[in-house]
């Protein structure tokens, strides 16, 4: 139960950076930080680094959410641009969903993916 929630949070995390790398204004890529700030941070505490994990939330995005916000309320606009307003921009945040539904549906039917363990004696570390 525990990895499906794992992988939930990875695709999250791999959906809000579809977000930011297709953000049409500076306020939707700062909550796609956000949301995929939040999703790292719950990988992190599902392995078991909770010390590492509320240290990322709270000075990362805390510090992030500062500069965020002077940044965005000196750039605001009347009218901002959003997802759906330039059809370049959702055909490329809908092609990255895509992608990633894909990669997923092929890990969910059968693909393999193979976890090396004490690979070159860094036992802590997983390789997929």
């Given at each position: 139960m525990?990895?499906?929630?794992?992988?939930i949070m990875s695709t999250?995390?791999?959906?809000?950076?579809?977000?930011?790398?297709?953000?049409p204004s500076?306020?939707?890529?700062?909550?796609?930080?956000i949301?995929?700030?939040a999703m790292g941070c719950g990988i992190v505490f599902s392995?078991?680094?909770?010390?590492l994990g509320l240290m990322v939330f709270l000075i990362y995005l805390g510090g992030m959410l500062v500069v965020f916000g002077y940044?965005?309320?000196?750039?605001?606009?009347q009218y901002p641009e959003v997802w759906v307003s330039n059809k370049v921009v959702l055909g490329g945040f809908v092609l990255g969903l895509v992608l990633e539904l894909l990669v997923v549906l092929y890990i969910?039917?059968?693909g393999k993916v193979n976890i090396v363990f004490e690979f070159n004696g860094l036992g802590d570390w997983v390789i997929y």
């Open positions: 525990a990895m499906y929630i794992v992988f999250i995390f791999v959906i809000s950076l579809v977000g930011v790398s297709s953000k500076p306020i939707y890529g700062g909550l796609g930080l949301v995929g700030g392995f078991g680094g909770s010390f940044t965005t309320a000196m750039a605001t606009e969910l039917e059968g």
